[in-house]
Every structure is written in C-alpha cells, then in structure tokens.
C-alpha cells in the first residue's frame, strides 16, 4: 500500500506538490492523472525518497523508502527508462541491481524472458529502442517480485502490441494482491487499464475515485436523436425540461432526458424517431472538463507560442 499524507514540495518560489494527501491500495491499478505541470512526477520522486518533502510524508507499506532494508523486494519502479550505463549489457545491468539486494542470478533471467529481452540480454543497453529501454526498466523494476509497483509512462516506446502486453502484465499483476500506481499521459490507455484514478492539478488533489465514476462526472449525459420532425420534437422535449441542441440536418442533442424519456415524448406527439443513441463521456473529455482550471501550460491557438509557467531548477516539478 502506498500512502500520502499532506505532501508538501516547494522548488524555490514555486509549489510542485501542495497538502497532497491519498491512498493507494492493493488488487487493482490506480492511474495518476494531471496535466503538465500537475506535480506527477514529484509526488513520485516523493513516494521513492528522491526528493524530500517540505512538509508532509509518503510511505510504502508503512515505511518510508529510506527505512526499507532491501527495498526492491518491496517496491519496483520505472521512472527514467534510460537510467542505465549506456555501455551495460541488459543482463549486466540487471544483474548488478539484484546482486545489491540480495537477488539470485536465477531471477534476473527470469525477468529478461518476461519482458521479452532474453535474445538481446547481453547486448548494450546504449544501443537500445525506446521500447526496448521502457522493457528493460520494467525488468528492473520487477526484479524483486514487489508487492508494490511504481511506473510512470510505462507504455512511452511501445507498439500496440507492446502496450496491450503491459497492459495485460499490470492487471495481472494488480489481480496477484499487488499495488500497481501508473502514470500516463494517454487517456484511451488509462481508461481500459486503471480500475480507479488518483488526479492532481497544480500539486493539489482534484479526483481520488473509480474510474468509471469520474468519467460520469465529466459532462452532463447527452442523447443524440435524428428525427424528420427534429423541430416539433424539440419544442416538445423541451416543454418537458430536455435541454435541446440543433445541430441541423434533423439531428438534435439532448441533456437532461433519458433516451427512453425522448421515445415516450416522440410516440405521444406522434414524431418518428430515426435515432435514439445515449453519448458515453470519454475519460479524456471528462479529464480536459475537470482539470480546465488546473492546466499550467496553454496553447495561445494557433499564434504559434504558449504561454509556460516553470519554476527554475524544478528537477520534474513541471511533469
């Protein structure tokens, strides 16, 4: 289990991480959303004793980082892909992190055929895909067998096959009774992986919830209906408190109104009805409309600049 209570982290006169307080628990994969800026990456620099807060603290079931004896046999993580001596083998590499915990030789080619870098295992790191660095950090980050994995962008490099495999990997893993917190910018990824959703802007928490719930927070529920008698039906929903969009062309969108509700309006005022469909939010859509007021890096639209807000020396902060 991970824990967070009231974490705290200032980069000179800029406040990545502000009173941050949430817990992770084990059996399923939380996702930590945020717009740049949000303060992900520091919160888990935090988390792994990288950083010191200012004020708060994060622990690891129970212990702060610094107090785990042999600490990747309690928590993994993947944070830099591409923290590795460039001119390391694969096998190497791995192997000098297991020989500082205590970890059988056994286990790091036990890791290279999970992630699928056996053939390569002996190769030199520096010559390595961007795929095949985010394979080789997950390797290391499952080296210990933790209960506790920490995995920021884990899917950055991969082809769709690759994705759908550490997709599959991080619910397995989370289904064995471990702790899975991933971050990730890509919302169709997060949406079909992460069972509940832990999201900040600006160092605060802005969501700590199922994942399917904050998607039904994101926008009022819409029923698209095309009709021949768009107008009539209109006026018709509308006197019965629909909130009614036309969009032309016989086609309106309607808040506020269950679908079966637009059908008993239509077959008592005799309008045919062509189409009834319910519009589902998207997590991304739900995410853009949560975190408006939270996004510290913002497009001008089209002038050809942006407008940045970055704390100097912020190490991450910006992430």
Not at 47 to 61: E, H, Q, S, V, W
Not at 148 to 168: A, F
Request: hydrophobic fraction near 40%; charge should be neutral; charged fraction near 25%.
């Amino acid at each position: 289990m991970i824990e967070a209570r009231n974490l705290t982290k200032r980069y000179g006169d800029k406040t990545a991480v502000k009173d941050l307080s949430f817990t992770v628990g084990p059996g399923k994969v939380t996702g930590f959303l945020g717009p740049n800026g949000a303060g992900k990456s520091t919160t888990m620099r935090l988390l792994l004793g990288l950083d010191r807060p200012d004020g708060g603290n994060a622990t690891i079931d129970g212990k702060q980082y610094h107090e785990l004896a042999t600490p990747l046999t309690v928590v993994g993580s993947l944070l830099e892909a591409k923290a590795v001596h460039p001119g390391r083998s694969a096998y190497n590499h791995l192997l000098c992190l297991a020989q500082s915990q205590g970890i059988g030789k056994k286990r790091v080619n036990e890791v290279l055929d999970l992630v699928g870098l056996t053939e390569v295992a002996r190769k030199r790191a520096g010559g390595f895909s961007l795929g095949m660095g985010q394979r080789l950090g997950l390797a290391a980050a499952l080296l210990g067998d933790p209960s506790v994995l920490i995995l920021d962008e884990p899917v950055n490099g991969l082809d769709p096959e690759g994705i759908l495999w550490i997709r599959t990997l991080m619910r397995k893993l989370a289904a064995e009774g471990r702790t899975v917190f991933v971050s990730s910018h890509l919302m169709n990824e997060m949406a079909v992986t992460a069972e509940h959703l832990i999201i900040i802007g600006r160092g605060r928490l802005v969501a700590d919830c199922p994942t399917q719930e904050f998607i039904e927070r994101g926008r009022k529920h819409t029923v698209l209906v095309r009709s021949p008698h768009a107008d009539l039906l209109a006026e018709a929903i509308t006197r019965e408190g629909g909130e009614v969009t036309r969009n032309g062309d016989g086609e309106l969108s309607v808040q506020d109104m269950t679908a079966a509700r637009i059908g008993e309006i239509a077959s008592a005022g005799g309008h045919v009805l062509h189409e009834v469909v319910p519009q589902r939010s998207t997590l991304e859509e739900a995410f853009m409309e949560l975190t408006r007021e939270s996004v510290e890096y913002t497009g001008t639209g089209g002038t050809g600049s942006t407008r940045e807000t970055v704390a100097p020396n912020s190490r991450g902060a910006a992430r």
